[in-house]
């Protein structure tokens, strides 16, 4: 049974800075491109970093420069390091397992909330 397994999500005020994991399970998880998305309100699913298996990183024109994603394939797990964050970074996060650049697996998705 694959699982991938968000957590780290909160609140946060405006300017601060936040992690979050995405462990996974019943895959071969060195194999896959992970990604981290996210989901406002009303809005529809967005890319937000992804990391393939040789370590590449892609980042949306949003949070470049204020997100980092990394891996660690010993323990199949990504992470999403954010700082700087924003009022608009307030989303549903959601970690994703892409393979033959599709995605395949999602997590339950984690609640980042960017507030005073």
């Known amino acids: 049974q694959v699982q991938l397994v968000e957590s780290g999500g909160g609140l946060v005020q405006p300017g601060g800075s936040l992690g979050l994991s995405c462990a996974a399970s019943g895959i071969m998880f060195n194999i896959y491109t992970m990604g981290w998305y996210r989901q406002a309100p009303g809005m529809q699913r967005e890319l937000v970093a992804r990391?393939?298996?040789?370590?590449?990183?892609k980042y949306a024109d949003s949070v470049k420069g204020r997100f980092t994603i990394s891996r660690d394939n010993a323990k199949n797990t990504v992470y999403l390091q954010m700082s700087s964050l924003k009022p608009e970074d307030t989303a549903v996060y959601y970690c994703?397992?892409?393979?033959?650049?599709?995605?395949?697996?999602w997590g339950q998705g984690t609640q980042v909330t960017v507030s005073a």
């Open positions: 990391i393939d298996i040789f370590g590449t990183t």
């Open positions: 994703n397992a892409e393979y033959n650049s599709l995605p395949r697996y």
